[in-house]
């Protein structure tokens, strides 16, 4: 690892919330449960999405980045409740290219994965089975996307599998439907904001019969700095995209960013971004100065 690298690193830490969605929605005060990682010297985690949770264990999915192979994985990590500590954690799947965003498909009694593979050039499914030996892994079953798509999700809120994706940048929300003539998600149309608050930040959820939608929010050099949450309806053949509240990580100087949201059995999980030193912050924020102070002078 280079110099620069050295002084410029930072991680991805996983936490929970202890308020439910409703809190979120109405705009209460969030309290952070931040999650002991044993691993965090040589690893980091990013991306979470509740697989499952007991009286006494937490299963995530996530982009594992271990520094050692330097592209992500996706792994299982098992949580205890009571120390809010990893105990273990299982490498589900790896494939030649990086992949992130775990989003988890439940169907028929079975669980699907379908993680970002935007450096692959497509979108792929895979089903959550076990090998002979009873451990968890991941088995590609079929391609759902053509397109260089980022952190997408599919729901059916609106009695249709719809595909809610960045196939452009974060100023885009891109959905898709489902064409049954190829067997996979198209583009059907685009959302378009003046500020790079669109690209998918989790999982759609729903409080009091109405639908949210978590956003990742960012600024130019500053990737994830909060989550966005947004009310969506689609009424008149047109979609409506209300704003409701930002999530910022919790306090701390080192703490400068937070990009997913995700909701299962009651449990609220995100992930924080910290810089690992002083240095490290002031050096991004000097980069982002710079890249302004070019573009104001385009």
């Not at 997408?152 to 595909?163: A, D, K, V």
């Not at 995700?262 to 992930?271: A, H, L, P, S």
Request: proline content about 3%; charged content about 25%; aromatic content about 12%.
């Amino acid at each position: 690892m280079s110099l620069l690298s050295r002084l410029c690193s930072s991680r991805w830490d996983i936490a929970f919330l202890e308020e439910n969605l409703q809190d979120v929605v109405s705009g209460k005060h969030l309290h952070f449960i931040e999650l002991q990682n044993p691993f965090k010297d040589s690893t980091w985690f990013a991306d979470p999405f509740i697989l499952d949770v007991t009286d006494t264990e937490i299963f995530v999915l996530v982009e594992e980045m271990n520094k050692s192979i330097q592209k992500g994985r996706i792994a299982k990590l098992t949580i205890d409740k009571k120390e809010w500590k990893i105990t273990k954690v299982d490498i589900l799947l790896e494939e030649p290219w990086h992949l992130s965003f775990p989003f988890i498909l439940r169907k028929d009694n079975k669980i699907f994965v379908a993680p970002e593979s935007a450096y692959s050039h497509a979108w792929y499914l895979y089903e959550l089975v076990q090998d002979d030996n009873g451990n968890d892994k991941l088995v590609r079953v079929e391609k759902l996307c053509d397109d260089i798509v980022w952190d997408s999700i599919i729901t059916n809120y609106w009695n249709e599998p719809l595909m809610f994706t960045a196939a452009q940048n974060d100023f885009y929300l891109d959905i898709y439907g489902f064409n049954k003539d190829k067997g996979l998600y198209s583009l059907r149309e685009s959302l378009h904001s003046n500020k790079q608050n669109m690209r998918m930040a989790g999982d759609l959820f729903c409080v009091n019969n109405r639908i949210y939608c978590p956003s990742q929010n960012s600024r130019p050099g500053s990737y994830g700095e909060a989550v966005e949450i947004k009310e969506i309806s689609y009424s008149n053949s047109k979609w409506n995209l209300q704003s409701i509240r930002k999530i910022r990580p919790p306090h701390g100087i080192l703490n400068d960013g937070i990009h997913t949201f995700n909701e299962y059995k009651g449990v609220i999980v995100v992930d924080i971004h910290r810089q690992k030193t002083f240095t490290s912050l002031l050096i991004k924020d000097l980069l982002i100065i710079k890249k302004a102070i070019i573009n104001i002078l385009r």
